[in-house]
């Protein structure tokens, strides 16, 4: 029901590597800069064959750029991987992905990694990297062929003279990660509503988390006309809400993570024509990195308090469904002028914010795969990201940076309020004619967040082509590992606390 969790033993092993060392090793790959004077190439086994193989053979660029086999019992395969030491997080990614994509090809139940020729940093940074891309590489993803894939045989890393990386960071995050991604990727009729509120069920109980289920009736009685406007074809719709407490368990939230779940978008009375419904099984992946994230956090043991939110629906047609013109009263008060029934992920996260506000977190930070103007404003290789305080900008494109998960934010000035006017209701829910509907989303959920600091990502990278970063399948699980950084190492709390 829920993916069992990768598992890679990742273990050093100390220069220099001797014959017997490596007649246990049946890969070793070595990542050198392009260019540069620091590279140990006495420790690196056949070192002159490969650079000899590296100038005649390969074209250049190619990943790895050479390899052969020692001549010892075990025939290890030796690959010469060349990184750019200036290379972004993202890049070493990226070249981490390409690389092992190869290496695994080969199937080796354990992999060496011998990193030279970077200052400490770096090299720890390559070093993240690639255990990041190895332990993405073999997670399993659901499959219902009636003959199983095998799993990969990888099981041991052995990062081979490499300085510190925090092993247990990297774990937690790969599993949010696995997690957001294996949910995503599970068909639509079996993660509905109702299969998806077992999952959390059970996950919640793994973990001990407290997990309350709002169903429509409860909504209905707090008033949540914006969330039911869209639920009202699915009967096992509802907002889930997880409490992490590792302190007082009485405490308010320092965080609360929110984000949509709708496990199938027809796009409603609007439909949308086949091309555009192919995949939107995948528009529940903002709930599932909102419940990766803490995943994560509770896996580390995080001392922080967190909320997790998750509005799960389906967008159906019934002769029930949301219509054009509709007036609907959200749950803080807010009457919407419906325009565009497949604008339902902001109606359904505008009563999730409410509710996430009213529990007095001091941040909160929405995920949702919510609007296609965000991919063609950045592509699928970024995300886009908002907030109603500007000085947590710079946090976010940093975290996104340092991450690997790269965001790009966008402005949220007062004078966009004019395109979400209505002459009948307090405000439209988005517009069918002009653009910037991914800044007009961002807009319309700030009126459900009760002016607490907030962040909104919309997800356009949610879904890439052939991977992106580390993570080798087409659903990126994208948001995990960003927000780690940006809680972990860029302070989030403490500077929502100072502004
Ligand atoms: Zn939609």
Redesign the pocket.
């Known amino acids: 029901m829920l993916p069992d969790p990768t598992k890679l033993t990742v273990s050093t092993l100390d220069l220099p590597l001797t014959r017997k060392k490596l007649e246990s090793l049946e890969h070793l790959v070595v990542v050198v800069p392009k260019t540069g004077r620091g590279i140990q190439w006495k420790a690196i086994p056949q070192a002159e064959a490969l650079k000899k193989l590296e100038r005649r053979n390969r074209a250049p660029g190619a990943i790895p750029s050479a390899q052969t086999r020692l001549g010892n019992k075990a025939q290890t395969l030796i690959s010469l991987v060349r990184v750019d030491s200036s290379s972004s997080t993202f890049e070493l990614q990226t070249q981490a992905r390409k690389a092992l994509a190869h290496v695994l090809g080969f199937n080796p139940a354990s992999l060496a990694l011998l990193v030279s020729g970077y200052d400490d940093d770096r090299t720890n940074a390559v070093a993240g990297a690639f255990t990041i891309a190895a332990m993405a590489a073999i997670t399993t993803m659901p499959s219902a062929k009636s003959k199983q894939p095998k799993a990969a045989r990888l099981k041991r890393l052995h990062l081979v003279g490499a300085g510190e990386i925090d092993i247990e960071r990297l774990r937690a995050e790969q599993r949010g990660n696995q997690l957001a991604r294996w949910l995503t990727s599970l068909p639509p009729n079996q993660l509905d509503a109702a299969g998806y509120r077992k999952r959390v069920e059970a996950l919640a109980k793994e973990q001990g988390w407290d997990m309350k289920f709002l169903n429509r009736s409860a909504l209905q009685k707090r008033g949540a006309g914006a969330f039911l406007a869209v639920a009202r074809a699915d009967e096992n719709a509802g907002i889930v809400h997880l409490r992490y407490r590792p302190g007082d368990k009485k405490a308010a939230p320092d965080l609360a993570l929110v984000g949509k779940g ?1 496990c199938f ?1 027809t ?2 009375t609007n439909v ?1 024509p086949a091309q555009y419904m192919l995949n ?1 099984h995948d ?1 529940m992946q903002g709930s599932a990195v909102a419940l990766g994230t803490l995943l994560a956090l509770s896996e580390l043991g995080s001392d922080m308090a967190v909320d997790c939110w998750l509005a799960i629906t389906e ?1 159906l047609i019934s002769r029930d469904s949301y219509k054009q013109n509709e007036i609907v009263t959200a749950l803080n008060g807010t009457t919407i002028e419906i325009m565009h029934t ?4 902001r109606m359904v996260l505008a009563d999730t914010l409410s509710l996430a506000a009213a529990e007095q977190p001091a941040v909160m930070i929405d995920y949702a795969t919510l609007t296609g103007s965000c991919v063609s404003a950045l592509t699928t290789r970024y995300s886009g990201a908002f907030t109603n305080r500007d000085d947590l900008n710079p946090l976010l494109i940093d975290a996104g940076n340092a991450s690997g998960e790269r965001v790009w934010p966008f402005p949220m000035d007062d004078d966009f309020e004019e395109s979400l006017r209505s002459n009948i209701a307090d405000t439209l829910q988005c517009r069918i004619d002009g653009g910037g509907d991914h800044i007009l989303a961002a807009r319309f959920l700030q009126k459900f967040c009760d002016d607490k600091p907030w962040i909104h990502f919309d997800l356009s990278a949610g879904r890439n082509k052939g991977g992106l970063g580390a993570i080798p399948t087409d659903v990126s699980g994208f948001g995990v590992r960003m927000t780690l950084n940006l809680l972990l190492e860029q302070g989030l709390l403490e500077k929502v606390s100072q502004t």
């Open positions: 709708i978008d796009g409603g949308k939107m528009d967008n497949d604008a339902e992920g």
